[in-house]
């Protein structure tokens, strides 16, 4: 197989472009730097597409090993047709690949290969063949191959041991079995009973049938799970005439031969024994592997809103992790995430003491000027919100408060990382540090948390857990790498993400940092151990020194291109000052005016990365996210007793499932707009539409407070 041929086909791609960014690639370049630094040769590839790439290279690459093992074991077996070889050769999938190969493997004793011991395989030679006539009845012919001694007493046990390995021979064919397989993948449906006792969250599928082409990728994870705790019993059916009525027609060549019966007895027994459980087999690891794939899918642009989420820079917030008991641990953090001060108070039951919390968190309000008040959606958090939008009333400082998604951080709170950040808190204190921080920047403190931990899957234990920490990984490099990165500030949990700087090399970052100092410019980052010129290479672009002397050192512009971006600069008569000061808004447009074409054979770059460098130099130090939608912040508390059909409201998208959305609108409980209540335009899937993250305009349907629903609709809204 011509592999960058077929990448080309699969992928819609050039194949001169795919051969130098599968090169890139084999050299050992990360992704993010591929897509953002080497966008000359892939045509601008983003990381998506890249690794996409990736993956079907390593997959066709796995399929061409597979390929070369296979034929050179059926080689060494003296087994090695042109035919073979040509099958092999047009095989595009390993299960193809493999139907080629299962007549030539070793197999544990069958029927067929007793019969076969027993000297049988003449007698099945003679019947497959099924000539108009034969010297003899069928009946007469089996007689010359009773042998007491290899157990077959009469021609009756002769003829059952070649029908065994007819029916075997017929389960070998790759041709059979890959047409069985389509018709089954059409044809079939799902069933499912139940089995186990009472109902269950898995009643829908109780007397459940579904065709196996049109399952979506949630119900397949639900019935697999309803099958492990043994509620359900599913089975793979297909109507026998379709399989059978192929076979027949393929195999009995002369229905009006003597043989022909027991060939078609063959065939029924070859089918119902052999072929169909291993297909079915088959068709439920292809159907859990696709709808695993498609939840990882989801998953991983769920968690890329979620990363990317506007940050909301400049505000000293007050965290609040909210508890009975224990009580509500704050934490007061300034504009950089430094925690000046931290408390607890007790307004929730059992204990009540309004006054005293009043009391705590007024006066941390105005000692350290808190702007905002991040509260965790968890335990005891309506009681807590009931609290602060009282107390927020009551003062007149102009401060709001916005609902934070808890989800993952227990998990950090607990952590060996958070140990060693906050030593001297307890897990709750640092959780309450952790709220703040996600609504300060999102990105940086959730990249602290295992990505599976952050509540944006679904069915996420069901899928294979390394694809799934693959997936999720990239995305959060995405992330991290689209944003940038200060290296004077990040934790190494953020700087680990970086392209080209593992744990070890994050790790050395903060250890040379507080050392030796803040960095002063991007050369430096070579003097940190376990960081040479490769690293250096991968990594530079996205690390950030803000107090470096020079500019450029605090944008995204590549240490590779600062000759490039300085040439330019001198083009059009300006300084490196110039970029400080905010003085090149013009040159966007001198640099068309002049032909992006001569200015890049000027400067020395191609016209991606000249458009990038102008970027870069129009506003240094810029964030990507800073565009998005901001976090909402509310004054008021509501309660899902406020909610009355028709009424409208702004919620932020928490998570996005296959049949819906879960939409925070500030009542505790998140309401979800199904997929049919998104848009007056059919849609196949709700991330058409939405994305976690999103703000959106929403009109209550119906509430019900006993089971604590709350249905949405978004049509007629934004």
């Not at 934490?331 to 108070?345: F, S």
């Not at 609902?403 to 140990?419: H, K």
């Amino acid at each position: 197989m011509d592999i960058i041929k077929a990448l080309s086909e699969e992928l819609s791609l050039d194949e001169a472009r795919l051969t130098k960014t599968v090169e890139l690639i084999d050299e050992g370049n990360t992704i993010p730097f591929i897509a953002r630094y080497r966008k000359e040769v892939t045509g601008s590839m983003d990381d998506t597409t890249l690794r996409t790439l990736f993956d079907r290279l390593t997959y066709l690459r796995s399929l061409e090993d597979r390929r070369a093992e296979v034929r050179a074991n059926i080689e060494a077996q003296g087994k090695l047709t042109p035919e073979i070889e040509a099958a092999l050769a047009a095989a595009k999938i390993l299960a193809e690949i493999e139907d080629i190969w299962r007549p030539f493997k070793q197999k544990k004793r069958t029927r067929a290969s007793m019969a076969r011991e027993r000297g049988l395989e003449g007698l099945a030679e003679l019947i497959f063949v099924q000539e108009d006539t034969y010297d003899a009845t069928i009946e007469e012919l089996a007689l010359a191959y009773v042998d007491a001694e290899k157990e077959v007493p009469d021609a009756a046990a002769a003829i059952a041991g070649a029908c065994d390995i007819i029916a075997e021979d017929i389960s070998d064919d790759a041709a059979l079995r890959g047409e069985i397989r389509e018709l089954t993948r059409e044809y079939a449906t799902l069933k499912c009973v139940q089995i186990g006792e009472g109902d269950s969250v898995y009643s829908m599928y109780y007397n459940f049938e579904e065709n196996v082409k049109s399952l979506p990728s949630h119900r397949v994870l639900a019935i697999n799970r309803g099958e492990k705790e043994e509620i359900l019993r599913v089975s793979v059916h297909l109507s026998q005439d379709i399989p059978l009525n192929y076979l027949y027609a393929s195999v009995v060549t002369n229905p009006r031969s003597p043989a022909a019966k027991y060939v078609a007895r063959a065939v029924v027994d070859g089918y119902e024994r052999l072929i169909a459980p291993s297909i079915e087999r088959e068709i439920r690891a292809e159907l859990t592997d696709n709808a695993g794939e498609g939840a990882i899918k989801l998953f991983a642009d769920n968690l890329e809103h979620v990363l990317m989420q506007a940050p909301l820079k400049g505000s000293c917030v007050l965290g609040l992790d909210p508890g009975y008991r224990t009580g509500c641990k704050l934490a007061v953090v300034d504009k950089t995430g430094r925690v000046l001060d931290t408390a607890v108070i007790y307004p929730t039951k059992p204990h009540e003491r309004i006054e005293d919390a009043k009391k705590i968190v007024k006066g941390l309000i105005r000692r350290h000027g808190v702007n905002v008040i991040a509260i965790g959606n968890g335990t005891a958090s309506k009681e807590s919100e009931i609290f602060i939008a009282g107390l927020l009333r009551e003062i007149p400082e102009e401060v709001r408060y916005a609902m934070v998604s808890e989800a993952g951080a227990s998990v950090y709170s607990a952590s060996q990382l958070a140990a060693d950040e906050f030593p001297d808190f307890d897990v709750t204190q640092r959780s309450a540090v952790s709220i703040a921080r996600r609504l300060q920047d999102p990105l940086a403190e959730l990249v602290k948390i295992d990505p599976k931990s952050i509540g944006v899957g679904q069915y996420q234990h069901d899928m294979k857990q390394s694809r799934l920490d693959e997936a999720l990984t990239g995305v959060v490099e995405g992330c991290v790498n689209r944003v940038g990165v200060d290296v004077n500030t990040a934790s190494h949990s953020l700087l680990s993400y970086v392209a080209g700087i593992n744990a070890t090399a994050a790790k050395n970052i903060v250890k040379y940092r507080e050392e030796h100092g803040e960095f002063t410019k991007r050369a430096q980052i070579l003097k940190v151990p376990r960081i040479g010129e490769r690293a250096y290479q991968q990594c530079a672009g996205f690390l950030r020194v803000s107090g470096s002397d020079e500019i450029l050192d605090n944008t995204g512009v590549h240490p590779e291109s600062y000759d490039a971006a300085r040439a330019l600069l001198a083009g059009f008569s300006y300084s490196e000052r110039d970029i400080r000061d905010g003085k090149l808004k013009e040159l966007r447009t001198a640099v068309e005016k002049r032909g992006i074409a001569k200015v890049c054979e000027e400067v020395g770059v191609g016209e991606p990365t000249l458009m990038d460098i102008i970027t870069e130099l129009e506003k240094p130090g810029r964030d990507v996210r800073e565009n998005l939608e901001k976090p909402i912040l509310r004054e008021d508390v509501m309660d899902m007793n406020d909610l009355q059909p028709g009424m409208k409201l702004r919620g932020v998208v928490r998570n996005v499932i296959d049949f819906g959305a879960f939409v925070d609108i500030g009542v505790h409980q998140d309401g979800l707009v199904h997929v049919s209540q998104m848009s007056s335009k059919f849609i196949k899937h709700p991330s058409e539409v939405v994305s976690a993250g999103d703000v959106v305009e929403v009109t209550v349907l119906s509430v019900d407070p006993v089971k604590g629903r709350i249905s949405l609709t978004m049509k007629g809204g934004k």
